[in-house]
Nanobody, 115 residues
Framework: QVQLVESGGGLVQPGGSLRLSCAAS????????MGWFRQAPGKQREVVAV???????NYAESVKGRFTVSRDNAKNTVYLQMNSLKPQDTAVYYC?????????WGQGTQVTVSS
């Protein structure tokens, strides 16, 4: 059973930074494109960043230039470095393979950007 465990969230002031991690229970990263997603209260879940097996990346327009996705296949971990955070980045952040598999959704990690 594959599990994806997100961590690294927290409360940060506007303009601050956080680094999220997503660890898998077994080695799936080496064969899958991975993505970071977020869901804000009252909104649908949206894709934030995607990284392929060759480490090519794509970002939502709202986070371009501020967020960086990376992966370490040896550690079965994908990261999301978030800089210059804004209140509108407040959400629960999740990782999943791309295309997503509903059975892979984890608990997510809460990111709150507030002064």
């Amino acid at each position: 059973q594959v599990q994806l465990v997100e961590s690294g969230g927290g409360l940060v002031q506007p303009g601050g930074s956080l680094r999220l991690s997503c660890a898998a229970s077994r080695s799936i990263f080496s064969i899958n494109t991975m993505g970071w997603f977020r869901q804000a209260p009252g909104k649908q879940r949206e894709v934030v960043a995607v990284i392929s097996t060759s480490s090519s990346t794509n970002y939502a327009e709202s986070v371009k230039g501020r967020f960086t996705v990376s992966r370490d296949n040896a550690k079965n971990t994908v990261y999301l470095q978030m800089n210059s955070l804004k209140p509108q980045d407040t959400a629960v952040y999740y990782c999943n393979v791309v295309p997503v598999l509903n059975t892979y959704w984890g608990q997510g990690t809460q990111v709150t950007v507030s002064s």
